[in-house]
């Protein structure tokens, strides 16, 4: 299950990385995680994926299941994942826990490619995506979810009713078999304060897989009643390691990929991404039943998948004069279009310098995305279809999409 | 074509407005226009609308098309729309022309809707589109339109080739029989310094309607090659007259409507608009062949096109109760969705003040339309699917998207 046995015969290999305490990094990337899975150009893998919202219902989400408890257990003597997030492990900037939870999402990986250099591209092609049951005798066939109205959401400071402000969970069911394409809302409950096994109290999502404690919350049910909402399995988070830092938080998007939250990336989606170290150390998280556009309140329908990837490396020697020559950030295709994502900055870790990971969240605006995205899709059409910047301007103009992620 | 006959016998009336020198309005909106029509609920209507970018290629939009000739006539010695646009008449701010360009689009209308009041809410369902046929014989069968890459797009001050900056107008057909759903770009050229029929000179497209210099320009063909744009006709503009203000500059969109520009206001979409004045004073124009969400270049594929509307009034008295109770912004119903708009502010002529129409262009964003957005949607979710605001805001996250227009 880890390494392709020496002396391959050359056929394509099919591993499975399961998600465990031991598989994950939590909140992060970095250029210097141990790989859990070495592979070949062409080699598939199934990689299992946990929902850092797994907590919100401890019952439908964790319970009975080996994987995730291992990943999530944290009592008051032994927290399996340490490390949640890119801050000190001493929290000595907010006291929040190891980490700091700068960075949230539970990645599993990385996955080393070998013979992946800086330069190359690598081709991600996610061939399914697979809800991931309850493995709660009291919940069979059924897969769960958690979307969180954050304070770190759009609407935070601007909500009409009382209390404000206020955090609000609303657990979401979808059918594990995949017989149903929509999910429905099971409950809602609001945030209270919730102290953690180790004794900080966490008077809002300040940190991730903090346990609820059940008495302390209301669940409401009879909510967003005969609702359906289509499911669309996604990713939030597919990422290669980044060259910039040692540790990078696994909140804002990057020419690396990251945290791009695009409800396309799911199944039949084609990925491309520039390689920044050896061995392209490739890692995914942060996974969701459904989002809209905009994933307006914070999160999505956060639920745990398992996908399986085919990772296809483009040397850098072959890349010139084809579509991906020159690709500096991250591109999707998907069976009808052509996806280029923009952010604030193109490469933040490097125009924002020294203190770019804390920047980044002051300088990020919408107008700015729109004007990354331009450039990216001028780029992409000149490049890819060889048309002049005129006709690229034009092109993008009565054919092309923009819209918010 | 006028007046519905007096003793009406209560059946649907279906009229047809002609665009002609006499039913424009060209690049505002008043509440004083008077209605080239007067109708009742629930009455079709058939109105012509032309491009105000036609005179980019004379021969193929206007050539041969008695409205369009009478509409865009201008010579030394006429000009049959004198005003284009809220400026002033003489032009003393810039010089450009009557109007001074402060709103660009050319609006058929206004139509009078019988026993419409202040408080009312009006339904337009658009029922037909088709391009405007060329009249000119040398393309018969075909449909032209314009898309200028122009010095308001978000591109402008952002061009990687020389020379910098540029305008460049692209040329598009269209099949006016509706045989074939995309266009094809015929040639571009660059927009060169054009002197207008009173001796303006105009740098840059500055002023609707200028006469382009056919000798001036280098048409450049063979661009585009082999690409089908998809068409999907839309109106950039429909509004009612607003009450705020006695002329007001078509381009910024409010409560009204207006310039939302949005490729769904097509064939099938049904718009709900606040009535603001007595008679709801609807206009129509900014016809597009084609566009992609965000409009980025500046324009669309400009083309001029007929459509059909049916009128429905909602007295105010019925609506509370109703999804449309306190309605004050547009909203979109398309086959698949319902839409509301995000403006930098909800209803700017108010919120800025003495100079709203000039501080609106310096004060939009995107993400000040987001956050209208959003508040649009919540209260949409709220008044017409009773849901509470956590339920609203949820639903929101997980299951609506966000785009750019």
Aim: proline share 6%; with cysteine.
């Amino acid at each position: 299950m880890r390494d392709r046995p020496s002396g391959s015969t050359g056929r394509t290999g099919h591993y499975v990385v399961p998600a465990t305490a031991a598989t994950v990094h939590w909140g992060y990337f970095s250029r210097s995680l141990k790989p859990v899975l070495s592979v070949e150009s062409g080699d598939f893998v199934t990689i299992e994926t946990l929902t850092h919202h797994a907590y919100d219902d401890h019952a439908r989400m964790i319970e009975g299941d080996p994987g995730a408890e291992s990943v999530f257990l944290w009592s008051k003597d032994a927290k399996n994942v340490e490390r949640r997030g890119a801050g000190p492990m001493n929290a000595s900037i907010h006291g929040r826990g190891a980490g700091e939870g700068f960075g949230v999402h539970i990645c599993t990986g990385p996955v080393f490619v070998r013979d992946a250099q800086p330069g190359d591209v690598l081709e991600v092609r996610i061939v399914d995506v697979q809800p991931r049951g309850c493995r709660n005798p009291a919940f069979r066939g059924r897969a769960f979810g958690s979307n969180a109205a954050a304070w770190w959401g759009f609407h935070y400071n601007d909500l009409l009713t009382e209390p404000k402000p206020r955090e609000v969970i609303t657990i979401y069911e979808i059918d594990a078999a995949g017989a149903r394409n929509w999910a429905r809302a099971v409950y809602n409950y609001r945030w209270v304060p919730q102290t953690d096994p180790f004794g900080v109290v966490h008077r809002i999502i300040d940190y991730p897989g903090v346990p609820v404690d059940r008495a302390l919350i209301e669940e409401k049910h009879g909510i967003l009643k005969d609702l359906r909402i289509p499911v669309r399995p996604n990713f939030g988070v597919i990422a290669l390691a980044p060259k910039e830092a040692e540790l990078v938080d696994s909140v804002p998007p990057g020419y690396f990929g990251g945290n791009i939250d695009d409800w396309r990336i799911g199944k039949g989606a084609v990925m491309y991404y520039p390689v920044a170290v050896s061995g392209a150390l490739f890692s995914v998280g942060d996974p969701h039943a459904s989002q809209g556009d905009s994933e307006l309140c914070g999160t999505a329908i956060e639920c745990s998948l398992t996908g399986t990837f085919q990772l296809v490396l483009h040397k850098r020697d072959h890349l010139p004069g084809t579509p991906l020559a020159d690709l500096d950030y991250p591109l999707l295709e998907t069976q009808d279009e052509s996806v280029v994502h923009g952010f604030s900055f193109a490469n933040y870790l490097v125009e924002l310098g020294d203190n770019a990971q804390t920047e980044i969240f002051a300088k990020s605006s919408l107008d700015r995305a729109m004007r990354d995205a331009f450039r990216k899709m001028r780029h992409f059409l000149m490049a890819t279809k060889g048309l002049s910047e005129d006709e690229a301007i034009s092109l993008m103009s009565v054919a092309v999409d923009f819209g918010v992620t």
